[in-house]
């Protein structure tokens, strides 16, 4: 078992030590354990400025303190997910450059410098209205400098958004994403943390299954954990979904090299 992407006290959203979140996984069985806390400074251009920010040097060091501690039980892998903005993207090249981490996910918390977890970002707007340009920021987010390996919840929007995510409503620029990932060597994570959506995970079956026949390869689990409880959650359906559509291992990272673990 694996996870590759969770989040401890360090993030803004989570209040779990970061002891606890490692022994957590340990006592579950996972052999490899990505944390990965926000570097949201994307919310510095956004409505939503107050939500705080990590300081990425005392997180740096805890991790390097929990891989002599716990190198020996699990593999950690110290990582961020860099939440993308085109106000923002330079400031987290320029962090991430002074540190050595294990795994970066790119996500897509914010469309046009809005918070698209409130739900006043959805008030009269249509379905395309919605998704489109969430859509297109994904795909600009997969041209940042920064160097990132996996894409992180291709679909978050639709914890709030009042309409079903679907593949076969933007099918072309869902192809035009998933062929640039595959061009560009990216991986594509399923998260189980879908909160108020009528589905099982994020990015949906469809979406992932259109990945696989444009030859996308590179896959890995992710919880998106911010308690205990969650570390894992739903690994066994993941698993037997991915696995129904021909894939084989997950993709881990460490030091932006990804390990392939059998699922």
Excluded: W
Aim: glycine share 6%.
């Amino acid at each position: 078992m694996i996870d590759s992407h969770t989040h401890s006290e360090f993030s803004a959203d989570s209040r779990m030590p970061l002891d606890d979140l490692i022994r957590t996984a340990i006592s579950l069985g996972l052999q490899y354990l990505a944390v990965t806390d926000h570097l949201d400074r994307d919310f510095l251009f956004c409505d939503s400025k107050d939500i705080p920010q990590i300081d990425l040097a005392p997180y740096a060091a805890a991790m390097s303190a929990a891989k002599m501690k716990y190198g020996k039980k699990i593999k950690l892998a110290f990582g961020v997910e860099c939440g993308y903005s085109k106000d923002s993207e330079k400031m987290c090249f320029d962090e991430l450059a002074l540190y050595e981490t294990d795994v970066v996910i790119n996500s897509v918390h914010t469309v046009e410098n809005r918070d698209v977890y409130v739900e006043s970002y959805y008030d009269g707007k249509t379905k395309d209205e919605i998704f489109i340009p969430y859509i297109n920021a994904i795909g600009e987010s997969l041209e940042i400098e920064t160097p990132y390996d996996i894409v992180g919840h291709i679909g978050y929007i639709a914890r709030k958004a009042p309409f079903p995510f679907r593949y076969a409503d933007y099918d072309g620029l869902f192809d035009g994403i998933f062929k640039r990932m595959i061009q560009k060597g990216k991986c594509l994570e399923i998260n189980s943390h879908v909160k108020f959506a009528k589905a099982d995970f994020f990015p949906g079956k469809d979406l992932v299954k259109r990945y696989k026949e444009l030859g996308g390869e590179l896959l890995t689990f992710s919880s998106d954990a911010h308690q205990t409880y969650r570390i894992a959650d739903k690994y066994g359906l993941i698993a037997e979904t991915a696995k129904s559509l021909g894939f084989k291992y997950y993709a881990c990272y460490t030091k932006h090299k990804p390990e392939m673990f059998l699922i």
